[in-house]
C-alpha cells in the first residue's frame, strides 16, 4: 500500500497507539480542579480536535488552558510507557521504513507527550521527524500539521500519504492535498 507514495505521515493519538483512555482520564482530572466536567461522549465526538479547542469549546478561560493542557501532559507522561500500539499501523510504518520512504508522525497533541510517547513506545527509531501542535498555527481539521511534517521531510504534499483515525485529520490530510487511510477499520481501540 504505501510503495505508491515517497513518504508516509502517521497521527498518534488512536492510530500509532491506543492513548484516547489515557488522554480521557488525564484531561479529565485537570479538568476537575478547574470544576469543569468531562463526560466521555462528548468527548468522543470530538476526537482529532485540539486541546485548546477542546477547552474552548468547554467554555474554559482563556487564562487558564495553559495550565490545563500542562497538568494533562504531565498526568499523560506518567503513563505513557504502559501504551498499546497498533500493530497494524506500526507494520505499515516499518513497511515504508523498508521501502526507504521517509515517515513523520503528525499530532495535534503536545510535543512533551509525544516524543516522550515515542521513545517510551520504542517507536521513535520508526520517524525522522515529529511535528506537534507547538509548531504550527492551527489544529486539525486545518493541514498545517501535515503540510509542516511534508515539510520537514522535504516531500510534497500530493507525494505523501496520511494515516490517521478521526475525521478531523482525515479533514487535514484532505486540505493538505493528500491522500489518507482510515485506520478505524484496521485497528480496535479500548476506547468504546
Not at 498545517?144 to 522535504?154: K, N
Request: with cysteine.
Amino acid at each position: 500500500m504505501v510503495e505508491e507514495y515517497k513518504a508516509l505521515i502517521v497521527d498518534w493519538d488512536g492510530t500509532l497507539v491506543d492513548s484516547q483512555p489515557l488522554n480521557l482520564r488525564s484531561l479529565a482530572a485537570a479538568l476537575a480542579g478547574h470544576g469543569v466536567t468531562l463526560r466521555k461522549e462528548w468527548y468522543r465526538a470530538r476526537l482529532g480536535t485540539s486541546g485548546e479547542e477542546l477547552l474552548a469549546e468547554l467554555g474554559v478561560p482563556v487564562e487558564s488552558v495553559p495550565a490545563i493542557l500542562t497538568a494533562c501532559g504531565d498526568l499523560i507522561v506518567r503513563e505513557v510507557a504502559a501504551l498499546p500500539t497498533f500493530p497494524t499501523v506500526v507494520g505499515w510504518v516499518k513497511r515504508a521504513r523498508a521501502a526507504g520512504l521517509p515517515r513523520a508522525v503528525a499530532s495535534g497533541g503536545g510535543g512533551q507527550v509525544v516524543r516522550t510517547g515515542l521513545q517510551a513506545t520504542g517507536l521513535a527509531p520508526l520517524f525522522e521527524a515529529v511535528v506537534t501542535r507547538e509548531a504550527v498555527p492551527r489544529g486539525k481539521p486545518a493541514p498545517d500539521l501535515f503540510l509542516a511534517a511534508a515539510r520537514q521531510l522535504g516531500v510534497a504534499p500530493e507525494r505523501c500519504l496520511a494515516i490517521e483515525d478521526a475525521d478531523e485529520g482525515l479533514a487535514a490530510a484532505a486540505a493538505a492535498g493528500m491522500d489518507a487511510v482510515d485506520v478505524r477499520a484496521w485497528v480496535t481501540s479500548r476506547f468504546t
